[in-house]
């Protein structure tokens, strides 16, 4: 298995565009999470995803993101207008139910620059 | 509310140097508690879990109920230590979520 997967790996944008960041679980994970990451905040959870259904996304900043799982192996995080402040490194990552707590597997991150 | 807290963004030492990159939290019940490491240009991976009580690449992390601390030691600290390091408490029974502590990059010097 690669792993988790992500999309694109560098994007840089200008304000008020839409931008869309693409995440490909471990197959037969059934968790999926999305994390930010910042030099001020460190690793923050965005929203996560058990079986697809969206269980938590008490950490999504605004209404300008959102977050969807369609299916099992593909999950998209949308933030539309982007904003200079979005610049982010942002993770998924997956876990399976039956695995070792606390253990998650991540993607290597996009890099998001919104000018 | 459940906390986690590192309190040194940036920490720098000499190689042969002991390191502890401190961790501090705040759970209520008996959390378990996770270190993940980033090295650089790699993913974001774990490190050690405190309930495995093992020892990875050296380093190894205790569980101190009375301080509520879940410090990350290594005795001798090599180069190839500079990361970022993250601590991870989860709470038992709960969803599979982790909130990371906020972060310590590690600088080993020569």
């Known amino acids: 298995d690669a792993g988790v997967i992500q999309s694109p790996r560098h994007e840089v944008t200008e304000m008020g565009q839409e931008v869309t960041l693409r995440c490909k679980p471990i197959s037969g994970h059934d968790y999926l999470f999305w994390y930010r990451q910042t030099m001020m905040r460190g690793l923050e959870l965005l929203i996560y995803f058990n079986n697809n259904v969206p269980i938590d996304d008490s950490g999504m900043p605004e209404d300008r993101f959102s977050a969807k799982m369609p299916n099992a192996s593909f999950s998209t995080l949308k933030i539309q207008p982007s904003e200079p402040r979005d610049s982010a490194v942002y993770f998924c990552?997956?876990?399976?139910?039956?695995?070792?707590?606390?253990?998650?597997?991540f993607g290597e991150g996009s890099r998001l620059t919104v000018l | 509310a459940q906390r986690v807290t590192q309190p040194e963004k940036l920490l720098s030492v000499f190689k042969g140097a002991p390191v502890e990159l401190k961790c501090n939290y705040s759970y209520s019940g008996s959390p378990e508690l996770f270190w993940y490491v980033q090295y650089s240009r790699q993913r974001l991976q774990l490190l050690l879990r405190?309930?495995s009580r093992e020892s990875i690449k050296g380093f190894t992390a205790d569980l101190n109920k009375g301080e509520t601390s879940f410090h990350l030691k290594k005795p001798f600290a090599q180069e190839e230590d500079s990361a970022m390091y993250y601590c991870a408490p989860h709470r038992s029974g709960s969803a599979r979520q982790l909130t990371f502590g906020s972060g310590t990059q590690l600088t080993v010097l020569p």
């Open positions: 990552a997956s876990s399976f139910y039956a695995g070792p707590p606390g253990e998650l597997f």
């Open positions: 405190h309930i």
